[in-house]
């Protein structure tokens, strides 16, 4: 459920690029550090994202440096660390975690029951210090499993859990921004949870899995989406928000959509292609 909140690097300045990829190498970094190096398994785009909102909302100092790393050992590359690179590290890893146990529960995969237990102790710490975000993100994915378990399909009920998840994500802290910022996550979950419902409904179907679009029109699912990151993009407006604010937008008018629009675009021509 996770890969869909990523930048369109093509509308990206050299220097905007440099600082986007920049976070991201800083997040894989940070996690080796912080979690072992297998712990770059977990890595996504997704955690980049809260880092550029939260670093540049809390007015975040940045340490630039270079390396080689076994994914780049050619040539040194730019990372980029603050202080919300570790929170949101730990944040990577405890969703990671928790949808090991998922996998292993739904699919009885024993890839990710080994994973569980390897990454188990690390998660108990983290939960130890982030009692919040970890007790919301356990509460939420049981509540994901219940809906499912029932059949409900009515795609706002799981959508508004997994906003409710991503929200308590992007509470760092509890101050003045919190509300405006619960309120923007939790439209961005709602669109992720619709988008990757969305992204996987042909195949659901095939296998008879659980998708609360089943039975909804292709066409009824695109001004839901919309609408739902017209609301996350016009309440993280009101945030004061200056420091990579383009990369942020970038990723909130357009990133988002590249999937939504590369499947459209393949659907599209498979169509013209069995017409012709």
Wanted: charged residues 30%; neutral net charge.
């Amino acid at each position: 459920m996770f890969g869909y909140v990523t930048a369109n690097v093509k509308d990206l300045s050299p220097e905007e690029l440099k600082t986007y990829r920049g976070l991201y190498c800083g997040l894989c970094r940070t996690l080796k550090e912080r979690h072992g190096g297998l712990s770059r398994v977990s890595l996504t785009y997704d955690m980049t994202f809260l880092i550029l909102v939260l670093s540049s909302l809390y007015g975040c100092s940045d340490t630039v440096g270079e390396e080689r790393c076994a994914v780049h050992p050619g040539k040194k590359h730019t990372y980029i660390v603050n202080e919300i690179s570790d929170y949101a590290a730990d944040m990577n890893m405890a969703l990671f975690y928790n949808k090991l146990l998922d996998d292993w529960k739904d699919d009885k995969s024993l890839k990710a029951k080994v994973a569980s237990v390897m990454f188990k102790s690390g998660y108990e710490r983290l939960r130890s210090r982030y009692p919040r975000q970890c007790g919301v993100m356990e509460e939420c994915l049981r509540a994901l499993d219940e809906t499912e378990r029932r059949g409900i399909m009515n795609a706002d009920l799981p959508a508004g859990i997994f906003g409710r998840l991503l929200s308590e994500i992007f509470i760092y802290k509890e101050d003045e921004y919190s509300p405006a910022l619960r309120k923007a996550a939790s439209e961005l979950g709602r669109f992720i949870y619709v988008m990757d419902a969305w992204d996987d409904l042909k195949d659901d179907i095939e296998k008879e899995r659980y998708n609360p679009l089943t039975f909804l029109s292709p066409e009824s699912v695109e001004p839901s989406l919309m609408m739902l990151m017209a609301s996350c993009a016009e309440t993280l407006s009101t945030l004061p928000i200056d420091k990579n604010r383009r990369i942020i937008e970038n990723i909130v008018y357009s990133g988002v959509w590249l999937r939504y629009a590369a499947k459209k675009n393949r659907e599209s021509g498979k169509q013209k292609n069995a017409n012709n």
